[in-house]
């Protein structure tokens, strides 16, 4: 589910306003809104693999994962990433350096975990770059909201089980008067809620889906780094989730699935060869023992 550098263009936090225009200069390079996947390089698109292969520059999240950002040269990469709690570099810098970069002529790669445009501001971005008239080019990613389910053996959708599937932030901006998330409406859909950037915020969530009617049985899991090499899956319940949490240390980057599809996994954990299947982080009640793939 999930992103500082300093000094050129005034550094981090500075103004946005650059002197941008909507000016087309025949020589500026062009920008790719990237999806990176994620996280395992085997899933990266061969489109984006040969474009970070051709990129001057490459600014990445932290989210395209430790063997996807191994592989690039140290000399053109730059970490414009965001970190729920942690360090993080402004969009508004983001923004600006893409926009510096494609005026020298770089063909610059803007990579990002997933896909750019679930949840990964790539629109904004795509937004910003044509306002300063700089060509933007989008190369979708399998969305983790998806994949990450997916390797810890978990469907998002199940004829048996889920005809509908709801994909949620859980960090949202903090600068909105209100959430624009309507977990009342969620709670009765009676399909899976995926929820990305969600571990911090889950206790909030929990009891906002539990007042809103949700059962406390429904199953949960939560699926932290999927595909990495330390991905680690741990289940429980809406009652119990929250303190299987706590107790296997699940941190960022991890997507939480609820709902009955959730507790399919139990039924193919043992034959499931995303992975070394080791023992799960935490078992609880829809988990008999699981993995930590």
Known sequence: MPEEAAGSAGGPGADDSGGEDASHDDEVGTVFLVGSGPGDPDLLTVKAARLIEEADVVLHDKL????????IPASKREDVGKRAGGEWTP????NRRMVELAREGKRVVRLKGGD??????????????????????????????????????????????ASSVSF??????????????????????????????????????????????????????????????????????LETIVDVRDDAGIEPPAITVIGEVAATRERVTGFLRNGEDD??????????GGDAA
């Open 168 to 237: 949620v932030t859980g960090h949202e901006d903090p600068t909105k008067a209100e959430s624009a998330v309507d977990w009342d409406a969620l709670a009765a859909t009676g399909g899976t809620i995926v929820v990305l950037m969600g571990v911090g915020k889950l206790p909030a969530y929990v009891a906002e889906l539990r007042e809103a009617g949700l059962d406390p049985e429904t199953p949960v899991a939560l699926v932290e780094r999927a595909t990495w090499p330390d991905m680690r899956v741990a289940t429980g319940t």
């Open 64 to 71: 395209p994962g430790p063997e996807i950002l191994g592989e």
């Open 116 to 161: 750019p445009f679930v949840f990964g501001r790539g629109g904004e971005e795509a937004e910003h770059l044509a306002e300063a008239g700089v060509p933007v080019e989008v190369v979708p990613g399998i969305t983790s909201a998806i994949a990450g389910p997916a390797v810890a053996g978990i469907p998002v959708t199940h004829r048996d089980h």
């Open 279 to 288: 023992g799960d982080a935490a078992a609880g009640p829809t988990d008999s």
């Open 91 to 94: 969009q508004e810098y983001t």
